[in-house]
Every structure is written in C-alpha cells, then in structure tokens.
C-alpha cells in the first residue's frame, strides 16, 4: 500500500502543478494586451531649443477615446503646474502651460493625469550659450630636408665596435614633406532656426472714417516666436517690424489710417536669424473699409 501512494504522488503532484503553471501563465499572458488609454504630444519648445530666461509657454496637445480633461507640465520629473483650460478640435485637446524658465539645461515632461499617459519629454537650454572666444591656432612645421641624414649601413663585424661616424654625411634623398591638416574649427552649440507657433490679427476688418473708441483705425498683430532675432509682419506690400514685447512673443501695429479704402490681403508674419532659413506664418486676413455696412 505504502508503494502505490508513493507511486501515485510522483505521478499525480507533478502533473497539477505543470496545469497550474499553464493556467497561471495564461492568466499573465492576458493581462498585457490592454492598448494605452492616451497619446500625448509636446509641440513647443522643440528639442535642443535655446529660450529665454523667464516665463516660457510650453504648447502640448494630447487625446483619448474617453476625452482628455486636463495635462501636467513636469521640469526635470517634477510637476509644476497642471491646466483643464484645453482648446478642442474634436478629441484633440489643445493646452498652454506656463513654466518659469531658470538658466540651463532642462528636460521638459507633459502628461495626462487622468490616463496616466506621457509625451516624449524634451531637452531644452535656458539662457546665453557658452561660446569659446577663441580660436586654436595652427603652426606648420618647418622642413629642413638639406639637414636630414642619410642612414647608414650597418657596421662590419671588423669595425662593429668602433664609435667612428658613418663614412657619408650628404643625404642620397629628401623625404617628401608631410601631409598637413587644417586648422580645427572652433566648435559652437546647434542653435535651431526661427519657429512662429502663433500669429493673429486684433481687428481683421477696419473703418478708418469711423476712428472712435468703438472702431479703431489700428490692428495688431501678435506673433509667437523662437530663435529669432527679428521679426516683421507684411501687408499690402509694406513691412512693419515687430517688437519683442515678452519671452517669445512679438507684436506690431497696422495703422490704417493712410492706406486707402477699400483694401484687403493677408498680413504674412517672417521671422528670421543669422544663417539660418527664416520662418514664416499668415497672421489673417486683414480688409479696410470706406463704411461699415
């Protein structure tokens, strides 16, 4: 009796635990195949950017199949500030979140609380660059192929103890001079180009003959802008240069007092920097009238 239980235990004990084992391993299987409840995306600064330091305006967008209520602003993994102001278009929700920006190198992180979903986070550099002020200078070396040796032979074994100078001290060759490099370049951070985020119109439609303080002869224009270190706004063929009225923002007023009715175009906003292709963005539609209707 004793060896039949004992035969039956070595049979019978292995063989739940291998359907134990299945079971568990299906159950662990499953629990991997949920997809992510949201997608969350980072749309400026870009990554590698310089910004000012000071207030900065992080812009982020993210969805979910549910609705996205709100999004995190995280400065090196740590939440600063979190927004539900969201601008939609359709399930995409659009936010604007304000960091106070110190100098240095930052990682910059936006989540969505809710979902527990992340954008991939982004590297940028707050205040001046550090530029070297000087260039390495290189000298070429200087040749003398009339003063070059020749070799000698080996002495004999009659003369290998002697200390008496080769017998031939006039070189038979030169050799040919050697390959110079040219001078290292002095290396300087990436700074990327100009980037407008935004521009807009204060007035898109203007009565100079009814200048009141219901109906200004005047539209501004505001402008988002990095990386640039200037920028203008273009109507009717005339160029208006902007003013840096913030960290990134830019603003300009159209007057159009002298510009003759009835007028209309679009106020085209460029932004440019020093060897670098210069960005632009149509700020609106802009229509002078001789009346308002």
């Known amino acids: 009796m004793d060896i039949g ?7 019978a004990v292995p063989s739940v635990l291998a359907v134990a084992g299945v079971g568990g391993l299906v159950l662990s299987n ?4 949920a997809a992510p ?3 969350v995306w980072i749309d400026a600064p870009l990554g590698g950017s310089n910004v000012a330091v000071g207030q900065v305006t992080v812009y982020a967008h ?4 549910s609705g996205v209520s709100k ?4 400065i090196d993994g740590v939440v600063t500030t979190t927004t539900t102001d969201l601008s939609f ?13 110190t ?11 809710d979902h527990g979903s992340s954008a991939v986070p982004v590297l940028v550099h707050v205040g001046a660059l550090d530029v070297p002020t000087s260039t390495p200078t290189f000298v070429r070396p200087t040749l003398h192929p009339s003063r070059t040796p020749a070799s000698s032979a080996p002495p004999s074994s009659s003369t290998a103890s002697s200390s008496a100078p080769p017998t031939s001290s006039t070189p038979t060759h030169s050799s040919p001079p050697p390959h110079s490099s040219p001078p290292p370049h002095s290396s300087s951070a990436v700074v990327p180009p100009p980037a407008i985020s935004s521009a807009s119109l204060s007035r898109t439609t203007i009565y100079p003959f009814l200048n009141t303080s219901s109906f200004s002869d005047v539209s501004t224009v505001t402008a988002h802008v990095t990386n640039a270190t200037s920028v203008s ?5 005339k160029t208006y240069v902007m003013t840096k009225t913030g960290t990134n923002t830019w603003t300009v007023d159209i007057n159009c007092d002298s510009i003759t009715p009835v007028q209309e175009g679009d106020v085209i906003v460029t932004a440019k920097r020093s060897g670098q292709p210069s960005a632009t963005k149509n700020a609106g539609h802009l229509t002078v009238q001789s009346y308002k209707p």
């Open 5 to 11: 239980m004992a035969f039956f235990a070595k049979i």
């Open 30 to 33: 499953s629990s991997h195949s």
């Open 37 to 39: 409840a949201s997608q």
């Open 62 to 65: 993210a969805t979910a199949s």
């Open 71 to 74: 999004l995190s602003l995280s």
């Open 89 to 101: 278009d359709g399930r995409l929700g659009y936010a604007k979140l304000l960091w106070s920006a």
């Open 103 to 113: 100098p240095g190198w930052h990682k910059i992180g936006v989540t969505d609380p």
């Open 233 to 237: 706004a273009t109507y009717l063929g």
